[in-house]
């Protein structure tokens, strides 16, 4: 699948934590007129809530993002309580 140049530079929330290189997560971005969700990859681990910014399309539905300082407020809302992102056998 090509690229989706239409999604790079937007903002979005992190709805499934990033690994950083070991592994995506999920993002939700404003795209199109509504919002979508894509495979997320980031450079660091991101946690669910995170807001970012869309930097890359590597097709097939993924992306490659960035933590986003949001001053504008543009990003999509998470419902819902926040999830703890470490596991308790730390």
């Given at each position: 699948m090509a690229r989706d140049e239409s999604c790079i530079g937007a903002i979005g929330v992190i709805t499934v934590a990033t690994r950083g290189p070991a592994g995506p997560g999920?993002?939700?971005i404003k795209v199109r007129g509504g919002s979508e969700h894509f495979l997320a990859w980031s450079d660091a681990p991101l946690p669910r809530g995170a807001t970012v910014l869309v930097t890359e399309s590597r097709g097939e539905r993924t992306v490659d993002v960035v933590e986003w300082d949001d001053a504008l407020g543009e990003a999509p809302h998470l419902h819902g309580p926040p999830q703890n992102q470490?596991?308790?056998?730390?």
């Open positions: 999920e993002v939700r470490q596991s308790s056998g730390e």
